[in-house]
């Protein structure tokens, strides 16, 4: 305190000096801070004179929506989303109609899922974004099916949480169905982000919507045989440990099953996991195996046939889309309705996880002899050792949970099914190389 003025007049100045003073050598003695309070000062007011994020994407996107229903939102599209919402009136029938949100409806097990629902009553409403992972137009068929069983898919993103709101302001959805995903083992060597961006930022938005929902909906998903990733140990059981997953699709579905757990500890969501084991059927995925040996078979061309170390087999717990469907419906049926409201957890919820797979594995070899007699030509095979780039060499599921408190029973071989996906590839495509039309005449998914 050596610098305490003298004389009144002078003391203000010399205060003055004094305080800039202090704050000169505060300054030097916290540059670090102030440098990073000033870089953050400067992001702050980036990010405010910058457009919104989330909002130039979701008005980049609707500039972009061509397909049907624009831009979603007003009151004609909150009406279309309200009937599609709503179960049938069914005065006599034992089982509660439920209300049910199906994200990636236009997906395989979405399309699928959301038919079976609507077909026994219960109101049905779809979301996807309809990405170009694959041919689009499979999706677009699907979609028209849809929308001629009374099913609307609205086109949107999981990642916009303005529509994700705006979805359950319009409607009191009992349930999720939660099937959006990036799906595929090694499509994650080319584009990883897609992984992070649908399967966890994506799960996680959904969360976040259900559980400030009023009524918090039950929450039903999908997760995947290959969080069981490098366990050797066979039939995968639920409880085993699944911290060792062999590609990226897998790493983030095992984060989305913490996550789930996260969000039923934190809000009281009810959620129901259940891991598929290798899904076909009519209307399948074009980039699984089955699905282009078969595209390859007809058209000639020489097909890779995957073997273990050792020449050991590589084989596949096949599980058939109707058998999958069941258990999704089950699932749904048997959940119990979240805790929470208003946004907080009010009391334990339900947190389940459950296989639905097939119990019998079969060599991808006798897949392809199978292929070979229903389609009548001969596939050209090149054996090849299995590229360490995702794929497990082996899945087995043990189902006797899912067997037990969702009555789930596999019924379907796979020689039956894949006679079912033949059926309906060869109808399908030979339609829409003469008709250029993909969805005249075509009936119902499960045909
Ligand atoms: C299958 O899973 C059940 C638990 O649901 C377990 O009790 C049983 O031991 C498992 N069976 C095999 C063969 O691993």
């Not at 059927?281 to 390859?296: E, I, S």
């Amino acid at each position: 305190m050596d610098a305490v003025p003298s004389t009144p007049g002078k003391f203000k100045t010399e205060r003055a000096y004094y305080q800039r003073l202090l704050l000169q050598r505060w300054i030097h003695n916290h540059r670090l801070f102030v440098s990073v309070l000033i870089g953050f000062a400067f992001l702050a007011v980036v990010l405010l004179l910058s457009p919104h994020p989330s909002s130039s994407l979701t008005s980049s996107r609707r500039h972009l929506s061509t397909y049907g229903h624009a831009p979603w939102g007003g009151p004609a599209w909150e009406k279309h989303v309200r009937a599609s919402a709503s179960p049938r009136v069914r005065p006599s029938s034992s089982r509660r109609s439920i209300s049910v949100l199906v994200t990636g409806a236009g997906g395989f097990v979405g399309s699928h899922a959301s038919l079976a629902l609507k077909r026994r009553g219960d109101g049905v409403l779809g979301l996807d974004n309809f990405n170009d992972y694959y041919d689009t137009s499979l999706k677009r068929a699907r979609q028209a099916l849809l929308e001629r069983a009374g099913v609307f898919v609205v086109e949107g993103d999981i990642n916009d949480p303005d529509l994700l709101r705006k979805l359950f302001d319009v409607v009191p959805f009992t349930h999720v169905l939660h099937l959006a995903a990036q799906a595929g083992v090694r499509y994650a060597l080319r584009d990883p982000a897609s992984y992070v961006r649908s399967n966890v930022a994506g799960l996680v938005a959904v969360l976040e919507a259900a559980r400030s929902a009023t009524p918090q909906p039950a929450i039903v998903w999908a997760s995947s045989s290959s969080v069981y990733g490098l366990n050797s140990k066979v039939p995968f059981s639920e409880s085993d440990r699944t911290d060792r997953p062999a590609s990226l699709y897998a790493a983030t579905k095992k984060a989305g099953e913490e996550i789930a757990h996260a969000y039923n500890h934190i809000y009281g969501l009810s959620i129901t996991g259940l891991r598929f084991f290798t899904v076909y059927g009519p209307w399948g995925r074009p980039d699984m195996a089955y699905f282009f040996f078969t595209k390859d078979i007809l058209r000639g061309k020489p097909i890779s046939v995957y073997e273990g170390p050792d020449h050991t087999t590589v084989a596949r717990d096949f599980t058939y889309i109707d058998d999958i469907v069941r258990g999704c419906l089950a699932a749904l049926d048997t959940a119990q309705k979240s805790t929470g409201t208003g946004g907080k957890k009010r009391g334990p919820a339900q947190l389940r996880t459950y296989n639905l797979g097939n119990t019998t594995p079969v060599p991808v070899g006798d897949l392809v002899a199978i292929l070979e007699r229903l389609l009548k030509v001969k596939a050209i095979r090149k054996v090849m050792k299995m590229p360490r780039n995702g794929d497990v060499q082996f899945t087995h599921a043990n189902i006797s949970l899912a067997q037990r408190e969702l009555g789930y029973r596999p019924t379907t071989d796979l020689h039956t099914g894949l006679k079912k996906f033949v059926r309906w590839y060869l109808d399908y495509y030979s339609r829409s190389s003469s008709l250029g039309k993909k969805i005249s005449g075509i009936g119902g998914l499960s045909s």
